[in-house]
């Protein structure tokens, strides 16, 4: 049951994610291309005692404003069948990392797929596409023979197949040739020295190509989750503007920005857990939203439990508390999950005083908190709650900040609160952190 509330707001933020791996369906296909230079013939690259490269040089390239250098492929360990995936792909052009991540400007290089992908894993629910090893940042690659789809585990971006669009014009020189170096991180080591017969690192259909700007822009805003203002009720105050929508979400501009909190709160389903949702979006089934002096509250019930959320504010911070209510004969198991939206992309995204990278794993009591930046504004949220801190747990997803937790047990007939609170204002992280330390007096 634990893992299955990682899956929720995924599956909001999914598009176009196929049930089989169709090439043609595949968005780094589609996307209209004028080849530079192509690589006609498979690369592959061996699995050694240590990392092994193969370096390609490309020609030079030269770009009008008004278009955009993508590099696109297929990449996969081949495996006689469909099995399992791992970040073994390292690449870089001119000795910049292009393989995932964000290029310079914030925006994530990755087009054609989201930067994390769904699995029916019980141990692996979320998996980011870019992940570091042996040094360098590297992509998941899928274990496969060619012209398959991918493990069957694999629930989202399964039309994408092998293929990978990378947006490298930052990276590419327009006064000389261009070194692109691939590298298989996959070790030896890892099969007790023995690696399977065949196994290899294969990369096709290798081509560097100019796209219009607008195309490129279009197909990443594809992945980026997106929200229009909801009417519902302001929360009084002063500085930001801040409006409970009527689906329970929590709507607030500030700066000349837009930020979304959403939430989720699971309860016990056959199979699978149910949600209550409160999301900046039309709702099904809309809990009571009502204005308070002072306040505003939205409550919320299903057969497990009554949810009461109470917003106040003092100052420049909004102080959110989710009362839950057991109303079983039984200790009652809740996932809670909180999810921050930015409109467009974030220029910083700090996860527990770390930039964001797709996906932090574990618990991070010592910093329970997150921070997106847009251009002119910043929001902040921090947990204060003891359960919340200590299981706080945070990953990034496109221009998207999760954070919750997975082992909150409420005893028959009690309620607990779930508290934190939401600083909008500064595009500096300190300034969040500062106005933190002085309300906690710390």
């Keep these: 049951m634990a893992v299955k509330l990682r899956f929720i707001f995924m599956m909001l933020l999914c598009v176009a994610a196929g049930s089989n791996a169709d090439s043609s369906a595949s968005h780094a296909v589609q996307l209209p291309m004028e080849p530079v230079w192509t690589h006609a013939d498979p690369i592959t690259v061996e699995v050694g005692e240590k990392p092994v490269t193969e370096t390609l040089v490309l020609p030079t390239v030269t770009v009008a404003p008004e278009q955009a250098i993508v590099l696109r492929f297929q990449a996969r360990l081949k495996w006689p069948a469909p099995g399992g995936w791992n970040n073994y792909l390292g690449v870089k052009l001119n000795g910049i990392s292009v393989a995932g991540g964000n290029s310079p400007a914030g925006v994530p290089r990755l087009l054609n797929r989201h930067t994390t992908f769904r699995t029916s894993s019980p141990h692996w629910p979320i998996v980011p596409v870019m992940e570091p090893r042996n040094g360098m940042d590297c992509l998941n690659v899928f274990f496969g023979p060619a012209d398959t789809p991918p493990d069957a585990q694999v629930l ?92 329970g979400g929590i709507q607030i501009a500030a700066g000349g920005e837009r930020f979304y909190l959403e939430s989720s709160f699971s309860f016990p389903g056959d199979g699978a857990p149910g949600h209550v949702l409160l999301p900046c979006a039309p709702a099904d089934h809309p809990p009571v939203v009502a204005k308070i ?20 504010r003092e100052g420049a911070r909004i102080e959110v508390t989710d009362a839950i209510t057991n109303k079983t004969p039984e200790v009652l198991g809740v996932l809670v999950e909180h999810r921050v939206l930015a409109d467009g992309w974030p220029s910083r995204t700090v996860l527990s005083g770390l930039d964001g990278k797709p996906q932090s794993p574990g618990a991070t009591p010592e910093n329970p908190t997150v921070f997106l930046a847009m251009k002119s504004a910043g929001l902040g949220v921090v947990a204060e709650d003891d359960a919340l801190r200590l299981q706080f747990y945070s990953r990034a997803e496109e221009n998207t900040a999760l954070f919750g937790m997975e082992n909150l047990g409420i005893a028959p007939g009690e309620s607990y609160a779930v508290r934190w609170a939401i600083y909008p204002g500064s595009t500096d992280y300190f300034d969040f952190i500062n106005a933190v330390r002085r309300d906690w007096n710390v």
């Design 156 to 247: 989202s971006d399964r039309d994408e197949g092998y293929w990978y669009l990378l947006d490298v014009g930052d990276a590419v020189h327009a006064d000389g040739a261009n070194e692109l170096v691939l590298t298989n991180t996959a070790l030896a080591s890892y099969w007790q020295n023995k690696v399977p017969e065949g196994m290899k690192l294969v990369v096709t259909d290798l081509v560097l190509g100019r796209v219009a700007r607008t195309e490129l822009e279009r197909l990443r805003d594809a992945s980026r989750a997106q929200r229009t203002p909801q009417p519902g009720s302001v929360l009084p105050g002063e500085g930001a503007e801040v409006v409970v929508a009527q689906g």
């Design 293 to 312: 002096h002072g306040g505003v509250v939205v409550q919320a019930d299903c057969d497990a439990y009554a949810l009461k959320r109470t917003m106040t």
